[in-house]
T-cell receptor, first 116, second 114 residues
């Protein structure tokens, strides 16, 4: 296992276009998270999945954003009708949670989105 | 409102010295506090986790303290090296947060000069 993989690493798109990002988590991990990070700030939570169920979404996740995790494996994050304010690094992370035991996240390298 | 504050100014130290980074929080009841390292253009890398009932945790040259009375965590890197230069993020998981979502501070950039 090579860790959490994200694709693409960079994406430049025109305002109004739709974009989709993919995340492949560590296979043994049961939780998958999406975060967004802008320059000089810490990552901000967007949404998370326990196996294939999407259990929570942040208020940051507007109607233009949708995330899926079919079959509890990889996940996709789609942004429709992109706006310049969507420009950011989109980070995926996975973790293993067993009962109440929680360990640190493993993050991917992120997808850098630039909306022009 | 809930806040997690880290010194936004870069910390510059000489190689071999101990770097100490601070994380303060308000209006939180954290169950866990974590520290991550982030290099430019990369995702954060998990370093240490400390639970609310723990005072101190060590890993090699790293030490984290957690004072729930002061609402503060200190992160120490002893015998610092230029390779330790990066941004360090602290993050909290709330007691009532079943999803273990992290809330991050803004990070502090550490520069270790040879």
């Amino acid at each position: 296992d090579t860790g959490v993989s994200q694709d693409p690493r960079h994406k430049i798109t025109k305002r109004g276009q739709n974009v989709t990002f993919r995340c492949d988590p560590i296979s043994e991990h049961n939780r998958l998270y999406w975060y967004r990070q802008t320059l000089g700030q810490g990552p901000e939570f967007l949404t998370y999945f326990q196996n294939e169920a999407q259990l929570e979404k942040s208020r940051l996740l507007s109607d233009r954003f949708s995330a899926e995790r079919p079959k509890g494996s990889f996940s996709t994050l789609e942004i429709q009708r992109t706006e310049q304010g969507d420009s950011a690094m989109y980070l995926c992370a996975s973790s293993l949670v067993v009962l109440t035991d929680f360990y640190g996240y493993t993050f991917g390298s992120g997808t850098r989105l630039t909306v022009v | 409102s809930q806040k997690i504050e880290q010194n936004s100014e870069a910390l510059n130290i000489q190689e071999g010295k101990t770097a100490t980074l601070t994380c303060n929080y308000t209006n939180y009841s954290p169950a866990y506090l974590q520290w991550y390292r982030q290099d430019p253009g990369r995702g954060p890398v998990f370093l240490l986790l400390i639970r609310e009932n723990e005072k101190e945790k060590r890993k090699e040259r790293l030490k984290v303290t957690f004072d729930t009375t002061l609402k503060q965590s200190l992160f120490h890197i002893t015998a610092s090296q230029p390779a330790d230069s990066a941004t360090y993020l602290c993050a909290l998981v709330r007691v009532d947060n079943a999803g273990n979502m992290l809330t991050f501070g803004g990070g502090t950039r550490l520069m270790v000069k040879p």
